[in-house]
C-alpha cells in the first residue's frame, strides 16, 4: 500500500472493502470448522475400531429383548419387537405427555395470569403464591414430589379411593372404565367431525348476519351443545355401539378398563404445573403491555368489560404473549426428557438410555435422540412464527 | 347560577353535579363540587396541573368513581349499576390527551368497533356512519390505514370521529391538545369549533385559551380540587376574580 504526503491511502486496495473482508473471514471460520468436525469424526471413527464396536444404523432391526412400562397405540412384546420399535414408543410417549403438558400448561397458565391481575384480593394472592412457589423449586424436585410424594403414597390396589363407581385411585395409578368400540361406533366420530364442520358454518354464518342485521349470535355456546349433543344422538340412534369394560381388581393386577400409569401423571402434573406458572406470568406481562388507555377509550364508547378484554386487550396482548410462550413450549417439550428420573418410557429413558446400553451405540442413539428434540422444536417454532406474523401490528 | 336557570327543567340540563367529592386514599382529590351543564352548553375547564380537572370529567362517564355527591347525567343517577354506568356512557363519548385508538384495527374498524357490538348495528349501515364522520374530520382517504400511520392529529381526529359514531349527547375533551405538535393543534380545534357550532354540549379540559375565547359558554378555574371561580369567557379573562385565578391566567397568558 502506498500513501501520499498528507499519509492518506492511495490506490484501490481490495483489501480495505468490507465485502471483501466479510468474505475472507466466512472462508477462514468455515475452513476451521470443517477442519475441527473432520478431526471429531476421524478420532472417533479410530477408537471405535480399537475397542471393536460397529458403527451403523444396522442394531435398529436387533431385537430389543426388554420390557417397556407403557406402550401406547402400539403392539410390543420384548422378543419379537427390535429398537426401531422402541424408538417409536419412545416417541409416541415423549409427543403423548408433551401435547398433554402443553395443553394443560397452557389452560393453567392463562387461567393463573388472569386471576393474578384479579382485584379481588384473595384470588389475586392464591395465583400469586402458585406462581411463586413453583417458579421457584427446581422442576426435577417436582417431579420426584409427584411421583414419590403423591402418587406412590397413594393406597395399594385393594384399597384404591373410589371416586364415583367406577375410577379407582391407587399406587399403580387411576384406572377407569374403558370404550371398546363394536360395529357401528365409527357413526359417532364422523358425528363429532360434522359438529365441527356445522360450528365452523355457523360462526361464518353469525359472522355475515351480524354484518347484516347488526344481531350478535351465541356461536360459543351453539357450538359446545352441538358438539357434545350430536356424538351422544349419534351413540344413542346406532343403540350405544360400543362395550364400555370396567376395571377388574384381580388379586395382583387389575383386568379391564383403562389405567394412567403414575409415571405419565407425575410427569403430567410436573410439566403443566411448573410451565403453566412461567405461562401465567406471560399472560399477566402480555396484559398488562396494553396501556389502561385502551380499556379507558373501550369503555368510554360503552363497550363492557368482558368484551373489552375479548375485543381490545387480548388481541393487543397475544402478540407479546406468543414469542416468549413458543420458549415455554419448547422449554415443555425438552424437559419432559427428565421423564428418566421417574422411569416414565420416553425417547429419552428408552432409546438414549436403555437401548443404548444395551446395543453400546451410544453415537447413533444420542444423534437420533437429538434429531427428534431439534425437529419437534423446529416444527413448534415454525408453527407459532406462522401464529405471531398473522396477529402482528402494522405500523407505519 | 341564575334564577332563569334554575328553573329549568330536567329535560334542560345534561349534567348535574351535586356536592361530589373524591379521595385517592387519603388524599382529596375533589372538594364539593357543584356543576350545572344545560343542553348545548360549551364549558373550558382550565386551572394548573394537578388541579383535578381532569378527574372531575372522567367521574362523569365512571371513568374515576366518586366517593361522595350525586352525579345525573341526562337524568340518570351514576350509582354502581353497572347497566345505568353502560347507558351513561353510550350518550356520552370522550376524547382523550393520548388519543388511545386501537392500534390492532383500521381507521374505519375503530370507528365501527362500538356501534357493531355495543348498538348492534348492521356493518355495512354502521361502516357508511363512520365514512360519514371521518368526512367531517376530513380524512376519510385514510380509512383503510392503521392508526400507527398517521400523524398525531389525524389521529386525535380519528378518535373523535370514533366518538361520534356512538352519536353521543354530550361530549368530553380531556386536553385534546395537549399532546400534539403545535402545527397539528389548529385542525384538531376547528374539528372541535365545527361540532360546538353545531350545539353538542361539550366539557373540555384544556389550555387553548384562544379555543375558550371563540368557543366557551362559561370556563371553570379549578384549583387543588375545587371550582374556584366560573365565568363567561369575556368576564372570566378580563376580570377575574380571585386572586389564584388572576396568577394562573398571569402566567398562562405571559406564556402565551
Given at each position: 500500500?502506498?500513501?501520499?504526503?498528507?499519509g492518506?491511502?492511495?490506490?484501490?486496495?481490495?483489501?480495505?472493502?468490507p465485502?471483501?473482508?466479510?468474505?475472507?473471514?466466512?472462508?477462514?471460520?468455515?475452513?476451521?470448522?470443517?477442519?475441527?468436525?473432520?478431526?471429531?469424526?476421524?478420532?472417533?471413527?479410530?477408537?471405535l475400531d480399537?475397542?471393536?464396536i460397529?458403527?451403523?444404523?444396522?442394531?435398529?432391526?436387533?431385537?430389543?429383548?426388554?420390557?417397556?412400562?407403557?406402550?401406547?397405540?402400539m403392539?410390543?412384546?420384548?422378543?419379537?419387537?427390535?429398537h426401531?420399535?422402541?424408538?417409536?414408543?419412545?416417541?409416541?410417549?415423549?409427543?403423548?405427555?408433551?401435547?398433554?403438558?402443553?395443553?394443560?400448561?397452557?389452560?393453567?397458565?392463562?387461567?393463573?395470569?388472569?386471576?393474578?391481575?384479579?382485584k379481588n384480593?384473595?384470588?389475586?394472592?392464591?395465583?400469586t403464591?402458585?406462581?411463586?412457589?413453583?417458579?421457584?423449586?427446581?422442576?426435577?424436585?417436582?417431579?420426584?414430589?409427584?411421583?414419590?410424594?403423591?402418587?406412590?403414597?397413594?393406597?395399594?390396589?385393594?384399597?384404591?379411593?373410589?371416586?364415583?363407581?367406577?375410577?379407582?385411585?391407587?399406587?399403580?395409578?387411576?384406572?377407569?372404565?374403558?370404550?371398546?368400540?363394536?360395529?357401528?361406533?365409527?357413526?359417532?366420530?364422523?358425528?363429532?367431525l360434522?359438529?365441527i364442520?356445522?360450528?365452523?358454518g355457523?360462526?361464518?354464518?353469525a359472522?355475515?348476519?351480524?354484518?347484516?342485521?347488526?344481531?350478535?349470535?351465541?356461536?360459543?355456546?351453539?357450538s359446545?351443545g352441538?358438539?357434545?349433543?350430536?356424538?351422544?344422538?349419534?351413540?344413542?340412534?346406532?343403540?350405544?355401539?360400543?362395550?364400555?369394560?370396567?376395571?377388574?381388581?384381580?388379586?395382583?393386577?387389575?383386568?379391564?378398563?383403562?389405567?394412567?400409569?403414575?409415571?405419565?401423571?407425575?410427569?403430567?402434573?410436573g410439566?403443566?404445573?411448573?410451565?403453566?406458572?412461567?405461562?401465567?406470568e406471560?399472560?399477566?406481562?402480555?396484559i398488562?403491555?396494553?396501556?389502561?388507555?385502551?380499556?379507558?377509550?373501550a369503555?368510554?364508547l360503552?363497550?363492557?368489560?368482558?368484551?373489552?378484554?375479548?375485543?381490545?386487550?387480548?388481541?393487543?396482548?397475544?402478540r407479546?404473549?406468543?414469542?416468549?410462550?413458543?420458549?415455554?413450549?419448547?422449554?415443555?417439550?425438552?424437559?419432559?426428557?427428565?421423564?428418566?428420573?421417574?422411569?416414565?418410557?420416553?425417547?429419552?429413558?428408552?432409546?438414549?438410555?436403555?437401548?443404548?446400553?444395551?446395543?453400546?451405540?451410544?453415537?447413533?442413539?444420542?444423534?437420533?435422540?437429538?434429531?427428534?428434540?431439534?425437529?419437534?422444536?423446529?416444527?413448534?417454532?415454525?408453527?407459532?412464527?406462522?401464529?405471531?406474523?398473522?396477529?402482528?401490528?402494522?405500523?407505519? | 347560577?341564575?334564577?332563569?336557570?334554575?328553573?329549568?327543567?330536567?329535560?334542560?340540563?345534561?349534567?348535574?353535579?351535586?356536592?361530589?367529592?373524591k379521595?385517592?386514599?387519603?388524599?382529596?382529590?375533589l372538594?364539593d363540587?357543584n356543576?350545572?351543564?344545560?343542553?348545548?352548553?360549551?364549558?373550558?375547564?382550565?386551572?394548573?396541573?394537578?388541579?383535578?380537572?381532569?378527574?372531575?370529567?372522567?367521574?362523569?362517564?365512571?371513568l374515576?368513581?366518586?366517593?361522595?355527591?350525586?352525579?345525573?347525567?341526562?337524568?340518570?343517577?351514576?350509582?354502581?349499576?353497572?347497566?345505568?354506568?353502560?347507558?351513561?356512557?353510550?350518550?356520552?363519548?370522550?376524547?382523550?390527551?393520548?388519543?388511545?385508538?386501537?392500534?390492532?384495527?383500521?381507521?374505519?374498524?375503530?370507528?365501527?368497533?362500538?356501534?357493531?357490538?355495543?348498538?348492534?348495528?348492521?356493518?355495512?349501515?354502521?361502516?357508511?356512519?363512520?365514512?360519514?364522520?371521518?368526512?367531517?374530520?376530513?380524512?376519510?382517504?385514510?380509512?383503510?390505514?392503521?392508526?400507527?400511520?398517521?400523524?398525531?392529529?389525524?389521529?386525535?381526529?380519528?378518535?373523535?370521529?370514533?366518538?361520534?359514531?356512538?352519536?353521543?349527547?354530550?361530549?368530553?375533551?380531556?386536553e385534546?391538545?395537549?399532546?400534539?405538535?403545535?402545527?397539528?393543534?389548529?385542525?384538531?380545534?376547528?374539528?372541535?369549533?365545527?361540532?360546538?357550532?353545531?350545539?353538542?354540549?361539550?366539557?373540555?379540559?384544556?389550555?387553548?385559551?384562544?379555543?375558550?375565547?371563540?368557543?366557551?359558554?362559561?370556563?371553570?378555574?379549578?384549583?387543588?380540587?375545587?371550582i374556584?371561580?366560573?365565568?363567561?369567557?369575556?368576564?372570566?379573562?378580563e376580570?377575574?376574580?380571585?386572586?389564584r385565578?388572576?396568577?394562573?391566567?398571569?402566567?398562562?397568558?405571559?406564556?402565551?
Open positions: 500500500m502506498t500513501t501520499d504526503i498528507q492518506h491511502a492511495t490506490g484501490d486496495s481490495k483489501l480495505r472493502d465485502r471483501i473482508r466479510a468474505v475472507i473471514y466466512q472462508i477462514i471460520v468455515i475452513t476451521i470448522i470443517v477442519l475441527f468436525a473432520w478431526y471429531v469424526a476421524h478420532n472417533t471413527i479410530v477408537n480399537k475397542r471393536g460397529a458403527s451403523g444404523f444396522g442394531f435398529l432391526s436387533q431385537p430389543a429383548g426388554f420390557g417397556i412400562g407403557i406402550v401406547l397405540l403392539d410390543y412384546s420384548s422378543q419379537a419387537s427390535t426401531l420399535d422402541v424408538l417409536i414408543i419412545g416417541i409416541i410417549n415423549t409427543l403423548a405427555v408433551s401435547l398433554a403438558g402443553i395443553v394443560f400448561a397452557t389452560i393453567i397458565g392463562f387461567i393463573f395470569g388472569v386471576l393474578r391481575l384479579s384480593w384473595v384470588v389475586s394472592k392464591i395465583a403464591v402458585y406462581i411463586e412457589v413453583v417458579r421457584n423449586i427446581p422442576l426435577l424436585v417436582q417431579l420426584m414430589f409427584w411421583y414419590f410424594a403423591v402418587l406412590s403414597t397413594m393406597p395399594l390396589v385393594g384399597d384404591s379411593i373410589k371416586f364415583g363407581e367406577n375410577v379407582y385411585i391407587n399406587n399403580r395409578g387411576v384406572n377407569f372404565p374403558a370404550v371398546i368400540p363394536s360395529s357401528g361406533f365409527w357413526v359417532i366420530p364422523v358425528a363429532l360434522i359438529a364442520v356445522l360450528s365452523i355457523i360462526r361464518n354464518w359472522h355475515k348476519r351480524q354484518d347484516l342485521t347488526g344481531q350478535i349470535f351465541p356461536v360459543f355456546l351453539t359446545l352441538l358438539i357434545i349433543i350430536l356424538p351422544v344422538l349419534a351413540a344413542v340412534v346406532m343403540g350405544f355401539p360400543f362395550n364400555i369394560s370396567y376395571p377388574d381388581f384381580g388379586r395382583f393386577s387389575i383386568n379391564g378398563g383403562w389405567s394412567l400409569e403414575p409415571e405419565f401423571l407425575a410427569l403430567l402434573f410439566l403443566s404445573i411448573y410451565t403453566g406458572a412461567f405461562i401465567a406471560i399472560v399477566r406481562s402480555g398488562n403491555s396494553v396501556s389502561h388507555g385502551q380499556t379507558e377509550a369503555h368510554s360503552g363497550i363492557r368489560p368482558s368484551m373489552t378484554m375479548r375485543l381490545v386487550i387480548l388481541p393487543q396482548a397475544l407479546v404473549i406468543v414469542p416468549p410462550l413458543t420458549s415455554q413450549y419448547l422449554n415443555l417439550v425438552k424437559n419432559s426428557s427428565l421423564a428418566t428420573a421417574i422411569g416414565y418410557a420416553d425417547i429419552t429413558a428408552l432409546f438414549a438410555g436403555t437401548s443404548l446400553n444395551q446395543t453400546g451405540q451410544a453415537i447413533e442413539c444420542i444423534l437420533i435422540t437429538m434429531l427428534f428434540y431439534l425437529a419437534i422444536s423446529l416444527l413448534i417454532s415454525m408453527f407459532m412464527n406462522w401464529y405471531n406474523k398473522r396477529i402482528a401490528l402494522v405500523e407505519r | 347560577m341564575s334564577e332563569a336557570a334554575k328553573k329549568n327543567t330536567q329535560e334542560d340540563v345534561a349534567i348535574q353535579i351535586i356536592g361530589m367529592h379521595w385517592y386514599g387519603e388524599f382529596h382529590v372538594k363540587i356543576l350545572t351543564v344545560e343542553r348545548g352548553e360549551k364549558i373550558v375547564v382550565c386551572g394548573p396541573s394537578g388541579s383535578g380537572k381532569s378527574t372531575m370529567i372522567r367521574c362523569i362517564n365512571r374515576e368513581e366518586h366517593q361522595q355527591g350525586q352525579i345525573i347525567v341526562d337524568g340518570i343517577e351514576l350509582t354502581n349499576d353497572v347497566k345505568k354506568i353502560d347507558e351513561i356512557r353510550r350518550e356520552v363519548g370522550m376524547v382523550f390527551q393520548h388519543f388511545n385508538l386501537f392500534p390492532h384495527l383500521t381507521v374505519l374498524e375503530n370507528c365501527t368497533l362500538a356501534p357493531i357490538w355495543v348498538r348492534k348495528t348492521p356493518k355495512a349501515e354502521a361502516e357508511a356512519v363512520a365514512m360519514k364522520f371521518l368526512e367531517r374530520v376530513k380524512i376519510p382517504e385514510q380509512a383503510k390505514k392503521y392508526p400507527g400511520q398517521l400523524s398525531g392529529g389525524q389521529q386525535q381526529r380519528v378518535a373523535i370521529a370514533r366518538s361520534l359514531c356512538m352519536n353521543p349527547r354530550i361530549m368530553l375533551f380531556d385534546p391538545t395537549s399532546a400534539l405538535d403545535p402545527e397539528m393543534i389548529s385542525e384538531v380545534l376547528d374539528t372541535m369549533i365545527s361540532l360546538a357550532e353545531e350545539g353538542m354540549t361539550m366539557i373540555c379540559v384544556t389550555h387553548e385559551m384562544g379555543f375558550a375565547k371563540t368557543v366557551a359558554d362559561r370556563v371553570l378555574f379549578m384549583d387543588a380540587g375545587e374556584i371561580e366560573q365565568a363567561p369567557p369575556q368576564e372570566f379573562f376580570n377575574p376574580q380571585s386572586e385565578t388572576q396568577l394562573f391566567l398571569s402566567q398562562i397568558l405571559h406564556n402565551a
